[in-house]
T-cell receptor, first 109, second 116 residues
Framework: DAKTTQPTSMDCAEGRAANLPCNHS???????VYWYRQIHSQGPQYIIH???NNETNEMASLIITEDRKSSTLILPHATLRDTAVYYC??????????FGTGTRLKVLA | GAGVSQSPRYKVAKRGQDVALRCDPI?????LFWYQQALGQGPEFLTY????????KSGLPSDRFFAERPEGSVSTLKIQRTQQEDSAVYLC??????????????FGPGTRLTVT
């Protein structure tokens, strides 16, 4: 079973920030939080990952709560091309991923 | 640089036929993974290689599924006597072992298998 819980779907207006939550209340100390997205008919694409600290790269920001039991992926200015299924994965990093069903994000024009 | 490639992209097989799906990982990547993705679901782990060694095959659904990576680079997933429930997208991913404690997996586009 996946170690994460995500909302099934979300909508976001184009140009606005998309905030995608993930609950991982059973995360252990050596486990990372990874985010991937999957655009229709493509393989999953890596977005960002973190352990304890908040992280930012050219695609997104990752905010991890202090107790590490939840996190939020932020797409600062969503575009239509960000419409995809977003997966939050908890892993010790060197091994198989356990995907849940993810959040289907729809960016609206 | 080149990403992970998979071939064929689409495969239609009649029930009972054998199929072979190929994965070319990113050059130099030590780890290789196969996942199966049913329609509307997230990918599910099948098997894992570190170089040519298959370290985990716990996700293979039956003994009809077999994977190999003989030279530690290209990998083949073989399904014998295909059944309709084998219809899915088969994803391959590779990752680089850098000695760091975490590293991302890079996925190929997948092979969509339809068994009729």
């Amino acid at each position: 079973d996946a170690k994460t819980t995500q909302p099934t779907s979300m909508d976001c207006a184009e140009g606005r920030a998309a905030n995608l939550p993930c609950n991982h209340s059973t995360i252990s100390g050596n486990e990372y939080v990874y985010w991937y997205r999957q655009i229709h008919s493509q393989g999953p694409q890596y977005i960002i990952h973190g352990l304890k600290n908040n992280e930012t790269n050219e695609m997104a920001s990752l905010i991890i709560t202090e107790d590490r039991k939840s996190s939020t992926l932020i797409l600062p200015h969503a575009t239509l091309r960000d419409t995809a299924v977003y997966y939050c994965i908890v892993t010790s990093g060197t091994y198989k991923y356990i995907f849940g069903t993810g959040t289907r994000l729809k960016v609206l024009a | 640089g080149a990403g992970v490639s998979q071939s064929p992209r689409y495969k239609v097989a009649k029930r009972g036929q054998d199929v072979a799906l190929r994965c070319d990982p990113i050059s130099g990547h030590v780890s290789l993974f196969w996942y199966q993705q049913a329609l509307g679901q997230g990918p599910e782990f099948l098997t894992y290689f570190q170089n040519e060694a298959q370290l985990d095959k716990s996700g293979l659904p039956s003994d009809r599924f077999f994977a190999e990576r003989p030279e530690g680079s290209v990998s083949t997933l073989k399904i014998q006597r295909t059944q309709q429930e084998d219809s899915a997208v088969y994803l391959c991913a590779s990752s680089q072992q850098t000695g760091a404690s975490s590293y991302e997996q890079y996925f190929g586009p997948g092979t969509r298998l339809t068994v009729t």
